[in-house]
T-cell receptor, first 115, second 110 residues
């Protein structure tokens, strides 16, 4: 069964450093998303991406965040200068295969720890 | 602001019993809801969805009920099994983003 994959599973970085979280969405999907989950809290939407541009973003997704689809398979989230409060699980999701399905499939997440 | 939230943070049930997890939403224009299951260390996993033109939808051992009058939905799990132990989230799907509720932890006692 096709699945969304994410790397790395755990990333530790120092405050102020840049990080790039990587995702490989399901191959025939057209819509891509990033969410985050601070420990013990609910999952929060960050951004959605379609046709090589951002279609929706939340207040969390400020100028420190950016997304990119550098090739036909990867979808990345970059945090330019990490803050302690960026520590969270970051989930990538994809949806919208050829059948037009809207269900979002989530990856296993990357745990980001900012020290 | 608009929100999707849950009534109970933790639900403990005996194996074999039925479980009911509740969720309230505040946006009366919401028309598509999804229940997700999240096991420890994993991403959310789709369980079942329902659109606002329905009040009930059944899957395998799961049923979602939607009451638009009081803006409430519930997830019923029949014959709860140890593998059902997880955190359950309701979410509103606005087309290009999901708004999640706070989550209910379901604990199944053997």
């Amino acid at each position: 069964e096709p699945e969304v994959t994410q790397t790395p599973s755990h990333q530790v970085t120092q405050m102020g450093q840049e990080v790039i979280l990587r995702c490989v969405p399901i191959s025939n999907h057209l819509y891509f998303y990033w969410y985050r989950q601070i420990l013990g809290q609910k999952v929060e939407f960050l951004v959605s991406f379609y046709n090589n541009e951002i279609s929706e973003k939340s207040e969390i997704f400020d100028d420190q965040f950016s997304v990119e689809r550098p090739d036909g398979s990867n979808f990345t989230l970059k945090i330019r200068s990490t803050k302690l409060e960026d520590s969270a699980m970051y989930f990538c999701a994809s949806s919208g295969g050829l059948a037009g399905e809207s269900e979002q499939y989530f990856g296993p997440g990357t745990r980001l720890t900012v020290t | 602001g608009e929100s999707v939230g849950l009534h109970l943070p933790t639900l403990s049930v005996q194996e074999g019993d039925n479980s009911i997890i509740n969720c309230a939403y505040s946006n009366s224009a919401s028309d598509y809801f999804i229940w997700y299951k999240q096991e420890s260390g994993k991403g959310p996993q789709f369980i079942i969805d329902i659109r606002s033109n329905m009040d009930k939808r059944q899957g395998q051992r799961v049923t979602v009920l939607l009451n638009k009058t009081v803006k409430h939905l519930s997830l019923q799990i029949a014959a709860t099994q140890p593998g059902d132990s997880a955190v359950y989230f309701c979410a509103e799907d606005a087309g290009n983003m999901l708004t999640f509720g706070g989550g209910t932890r379901l604990m199944v006692k053997p």
